[in-house]
């Protein structure tokens, strides 16, 4: 473990998605710091196989479900910062309380708006027009920790989640440029405003079902919430008694008519 704020820091990741594990071992050295090791669980995909593949030969691969074992087992890396991108499970106080620095999420909203699971899903199911990213102090309850840094980008009406976390995951290394800054400055963040949160959980798999009788706009939106990451990919409606699963869609409106 450092004891110089500005020195390299040994930074423990904590992450289930092969792109993020990626990412991460080339933005971290970037800024810096040093990948020391990457924590995973299979609890909620397949993915995390795809992230322990990704990861160098000198960094070192936990895979658990267990969380109440972790501080136990990390103790002894001795590490500065932990940082938790796209894993999902709850992270205890003994685990939150091992970095010398700090504990950071980087969560896909602009918080405190869209705390929760799967909002990349919801942001687009609900039509919003713009998602944001924020890197916050993690503590015990899910995504209510003190900001760091802030951004946003725009959705574009026929993102699916592949465009949309292109262009939303392309502004991390500067969120994390400025928390990271803040960290060694020792800044304990912008406290979050509760009465601005909203929650969202894991979403109901009737939203999976389409009918011909909804707007365009709404299917549009289902079929792009369900385009890729965790949720299930396509949507499923009925044709002349046949089940169809739709995994792109397009809202057209033709001259003198209403989109619908």
């Known amino acids: 473990m450092t004891t110089d704020a500005t020195a390299p820091w040994r930074i423990v990741l904590f992450s289930d998605q092969p792109q993020v594990a990626g990412v991460m071992q080339q933005v971290i050295p970037a800024l810096g710091h040093k990948l020391v090791a990457l924590v995973t669980s299979g609890k909620r995909s397949p993915d995390f196989i795809g992230a322990v593949q990704t990861m160098a030969p000198d960094i070192d691969v936990m895979i658990t479900q267990r969380p ?22 709850r992270l205890p106080a003994d685990v939150l309380a091992l970095p010398r620095l700090g504990a950071v999420n980087m969560h896909p909203s602009t918080l405190p708006a869209y705390r929760g699971t799967m909002t990349p899903n919801w942001h687009l199911l609900n039509g919003e027009t713009q998602i944001g990213l924020t890197l916050h102090r993690m503590t015990p309850q899910f995504d209510d920790g003190a900001i760091l ?44 405003e509760a009465s601005q949160a909203s929650y969202f959980g894991v979403m109901d798999p009737a939203l999976r079902n389409i009918t011909w009788d909804m707007p365009a706009r709404t299917i549009h939106n289902r079929v792009r919430a369900h385009s890729a990451i965790v949720a299930e990919l396509g949507v499923v409606a009925q044709l002349e008694g046949e089940a169809l699963c739709i995994t792109r869609s397009r809202v057209i409106a033709d001259e003198g008519q209403t989109q619908r």
């Open 68 to 89: 109440r074992r972790l501080a136990r087992l990390l103790s002894g890396l001795e590490f500065d910062v932990l940082l938790c991108v796209v894993f999902p499970l």
């Open 149 to 192: 840094a802030q951004t946003s980008v725009p959705i574009d009406p026929d993102d699916d989640m592949n465009t949309m976390m292109r262009r939303l995951f392309s502004t991390g290394p500067q969120v994390l440029a400025e928390g990271f800054a803040r960290l060694a400055a020792g800044d304990p963040g912008r406290p979050q």
